[in-house]
């Protein structure tokens, strides 16, 4: 059997015009709506910004859903919803009262009925609500635009508890949908914000789309942080998710995407320089963290946790796992460095690594050599965390042995209090964003109510009193001194131990305009040309 | 025929009660919890116990199975534990890319692999046959995901012939949906290819050497015509066969492929649904493979009554 030349010239000339007619560019229409193709930091998959903490649910949220107060990016709560607002003299009475043409999606006006269904069921979620309600007589809509909230006691984070700017924040929607139980998912995504949830075009872990919502009145003021006007300047928002962050990179090199929200250091330099790219670094940090087991030996013994203490280098860590100096910082304040709480008091360690110091305190305390599990989790934000801790501990003579396994499995046993022999652990790298750490009573590094708080399980029932004198101050002044003795005592009795504060990055086309730097990202004002 | 297609479909149940069996105790011993992942990783163990009390999982594991045979039985797959969409409706939407995809391969395969293997055996010992086999062996030892990113590599990022990601319905634009689908194609195909270019070589090696290949030349027939009707059509049933075993191949290699080319199809929804313990989508979709593999099984059945006659059930 031969094939003639003839055929195989046939042959190869048909390949080459399917790949040429395969490879030309197809032709857009000038009517198509302005849509905005973003890579979002994680697959979107539960809509219910209260069910769950996650950031990329709290970023839906911000889309779809308006907040009475936002922070600005000073960290100063800024009117929202609210057109204005009455504290009674003896600071136990605040009358909240809606602005102008605030409206759902579904077209139903925004009533101050709606709106304390919303914080009551955010409440039941969140700490700062907890301790909101904690301090409440009662909440009641006085009439159609009016909020009453009516305290037992002072409370002086009530503006800063209605700006909570991360998860749980208190996103108002309609009373029907938020008398769904917390626990329980809603389903129907209505909200009033700047952009319309799609669920018809929702492809759960593939896609989501919001539409601009035409009929919302953004404020007057400047975008800032996530205060100020939400002027939606594009007409579709698609988040399309990438399995890998390489893909996302290739699309945003090729035109196919708008927009990474979110990228770690490391990405940086295989964008810089790319044609049509623009790399952004963004103001929000993010903190890492070794927290321990207080429940089980060896961490139940203070000495043990301040031997760690004492060996830990944050620049270490930061070169290792950052590595771009001009991507991390060397941050001891507990509350995060650049906002109004960042302090030095009590800082022990962590700066400046001391062995021998670290040595004589082990030899000191109770551990005798055993085992130490630490658990972390195989994803990209850890990367480096679990083996620098292993490094450290080994240093100081701690038999540290580190368990590697996927997100969900780290979250469950991490929750477990029991023995890491048992199924239990004792050491866990843990990130946070700063926004997540600027307040004393939203920090879960100050979680101290011990057997099941947050994972760690810190038991300091003074750090819990200091909270509640916290709550109780609306002096700045006397605020800051409290939040000082709160990290004073958190240094001392080594609740965790901070490894240093980290930005990430933004990347863009060159023809995305407006990218507002906040520690959200936030998707009105972004302009595409 | 008909009794043939009602007693495969019979002994399909029992299959599909073992397979679901199987996956729910796997699913249940694995560590991790859905309502862990759905409280988030702030969630404090009370707030991810009354989840979990919620969600049913709480419940004795005997109860949880007895409710989700009861369940399927009535034609319910359930709903997400975490986006709260009917399961049913997940996959249905996930199945046109992964059709798709895996369509494009075979036909790609059989395109290639076919007259690949057929003139490998018929230069044996030859360059030909030699170079063929050497491509086998490669495409049998480089895993899918390393020739995505090379095919990425070369013919998107650099040459800039086709996109790097994405999936495009054909019914929506053909042409869009070609470009996007040719090189997760390729990459689903190659090892594939790999395997049935082998078949196809041993199988018509074997023919080759039959009484009737030196008929057909005796009645004065050209080469070509020798191999294409006459010992090709022969050596089928081999090459069938591995077709079918192969679609199981194809399956693993979907899930790899829609990942790398970030294609929505249920390849990327299964990799979600375990990491996120999303247990009735696993569940659901389990069972959809193991339904496949019976439906291809039972095609490859039928098929082999019509490429050879002498074949009765």
Redesign the interface.
């Given at each position: 059997?031969?094939i003639s030349r003839r055929d195989a010239a046939s042959l190869l000339l048909a390949g080459l015009t399917?790949?040429a007619?395969?490879?030309?560019p197809?032709a857009g229409s000038a009517a198509e709506p302005k849509t905005l193709k973003v890579s979002p930091h994680a697959?979107l998959?539960?809509?219910d910004p209260i069910?769950?903490?996650?950031y990329i649910t709290r970023n839906h949220g911000y889309l779809v859903y308006d907040t009475l107060f936002s922070l600005d990016a000073a960290f100063n709560p800024q009117p929202q919803m609210v057109q204005s607002w009455k504290v009674s003299d003896d600071k136990l009475t605040y009358d909240f009262t809606l602005r102008d043409g605030l409206a759902f999606h579904d077209g139903t006006p925004v009533t101050a009925e709606d709106c304390v269904a919303s914080l009551q069921r955010w409440a039941k979620?969140d700490l700062i609500g907890r301790r909101l309600v904690g301090a409440m007589k009662e909440m009641t809509a006085v009439d159609a635009r009016t909020i009453r909230i009516a305290l037992k006691e002072p409370f002086g984070q009530m503006l800063q508890a209605l700006s909570k700017p991360s998860?749980f924040v208190p996103f108002i929607m309609p009373k029907r949908i938020a008398d769904t139980?917390p626990?329980?998912?809603i389903?129907e995504i209505v909200g009033s914000g700047p952009f319309k949830f799609v669920a018809g075009e929702f492809?759960?872990?593939?896609?989501v789309v919001y539409e601009r919502n035409a009929a919302y009145v953004p404020r007057s003021e400047v975008p800032n942080g996530t205060a100020g006007g939400k002027v939606a300047k594009v007409d579709r928002i698609e988040w399309?998710?990438?399995?890998?962050m390489q893909?996302s990179v290739?699309?945003l090199?090729?035109g196919?995407i708008d927009l990474i929200e979110n990228m770690t250091a490391d990405i940086k330099p295989t964008l810089e320089g790319a044609p049509g790219v623009v790399v952004q670094k963004r103001s929000g940090l993010s903190a890492a963290t070794i927290r321990f087991n207080w429940s089980q030996p060896p961490f139940n013994d203070v000495r043990v946790r301040r031997a760690v203490q004492l060996a830990v280098s944050q620049r270490d860590f930061m070169d290792a796992v950052i590595g771009d100096a001009d991507a991390y910082q060397i941050c001891p304040g507990m509350f995060i460095c650049g906002t109004p709480l960042e302090s030095r008091a009590g800082v022990v360690g962590t700066v400046e690594a001391d062995i021998a110091k670290a040595k004589a305190m082990l030899a000191q305390s109770s551990y005798k050599g055993e085992k130490v599990v630490i658990i972390t989790p195989n994803i990209v934000s850890f990367g480096g965390l679990a083996p620098l801790t292993q490094q450290v501990m080994r240093q100081i003579g701690i038999n540290a042995e580190i368990q590697t396994?996927?997100?969900?499995?780290f979250?469950?046993?991490r929750?477990l209090e029991k023995p890491a022999a048992e199924g239990g652990w004792n050491v866990a790298n843990?990130v946070f964003t700063s926004l997540?750490l600027y307040s004393p009573l939203a920090n879960?590094n100050f979680?101290a109510r011990g057997p099941?708080?947050?994972t760690g399980f810190v038991n300091d029932p003074k750090t819990e009193e200091l909270k509640t004198q916290f709550a109780r101050e609306s002096d700045p002044a006397k605020q800051k001194a409290i939040a000082d003795e709160m990290q004073t005592r958190a240094y001392d009795q080594v609740f965790y131990i901070p490894l240093g504060v980290y930005n990430s990055f933004a990347a863009y086309r060159s023809n995305i305009r407006n990218f507002i730097d906040s520690a959200i990202p936030v998707f009105w004002a972004i302009e595409k040309n | 025929m008909g009794y043939l297609i009602l007693k495969r479909i019979a002994a399909a149940v029992p299959v599909m009660l073992v397979v679901a069996t199987i996956v729910f105790i796997l699913l249940r011993l694995s560590?991790?919890?859905?309502a862990?992942?759905?409280?988030?990783?702030?969630?404090?163990?009370?707030?991810?116990a009354?989840?979990r009390a919620?969600l049913g999982l709480d419940r004795p594991l005997p109860v949880q199975y007895a409710t989700w045979l009861g369940d399927m039985a009535r034609g319910d797959f359930g709903v997400?534990i975490?986006?709260?969409?009917p399961v049913l409706e997940?996959i249905l939407?996930?199945l046109e890319p992964t059709f798709v995809l895996a369509f494009c391969a075979i036909v790609l395969t059989v395109l290639l692999a076919v007259p690949l293997g057929a003139?490998a055996a018929?230069y044996h010992n030859s360059w030909i046959d030699r170079a063929v086999m050497a491509a086998s062996v490669l495409g049998f030892s480089i895993p899918a995901f390393v020739i995505g990113y090379l095919l990425?590599l070369g013919l998107?990022?650099s040459l800039?012939?086709?996109?790097?990601?994405?999936y495009v319905s054909p019914f929506a634009?053909p042409?869009?949906a070609?470009?996007h689908l040719?090189l997760p194609s390729l990459t689903l195909s190659v090892v594939f290819m790999a395997l049935i270019a082998r078949v196809t070589r041993s199988s018509v090696l074997d023919v080759l050497g039959e009484d009737f290949v030196r008929t057909a030349r005796a009645k004065g027939n050209v080469?070509?015509r020798?191999?294409?009707r006459h010992a090709l059509p022969n050596a089928a049933i081999p090459i069938i066969t591995v077709i079918g075993v192969g679609i199981a191949l194809l399956i693993s290699g979907v899930v790899v492929t829609e990942?790398?080319?970030?294609i929505?199809g249920v390849g990327?929804?299964t990799?979600?649904a375990i990491?996120?313990?999303?247990y009735p989508i696993v569940q659901g979709l389990i069972l959809f493979f193991a339904l496949v593999f019976v439906a291809v099984n039972l095609l490859i059945d039928i098929v082999y009554v019509l490429v050879d006659p002498r074949i009765r059930y």
């Open positions: 059997m031969m399917a790949v007619v395969m490879a030309a197809v697959s998959r539960v809509l069910t769950t903490n996650a979620r998860s139980p626990d329980q998912n389903t492809q759960p872990g593939v896609k399309i998710s990438f399995p890998d893909a290739n699309a090199k090729k196919e396994m996927e997100w969900s499995t979250l469950s046993r929750t843990a997540d879960l979680d099941g708080s947050y | 560590p991790g919890d859905p862990m992942v759905l409280a988030g990783d702030m969630a404090s163990p009370q707030e991810v009354q989840i919620r997400s975490l986006s709260k969409r997940l939407a996930r003139t018929w990425i998107s990022m800039d012939i086709f996109p790097s990601q994405g634009d042409l869009g070609a470009r040719a080469e070509r020798v191999l294409w990942s790398v080319f970030n929505p990327l929804l990799i979600d990491l996120a313990r999303d």
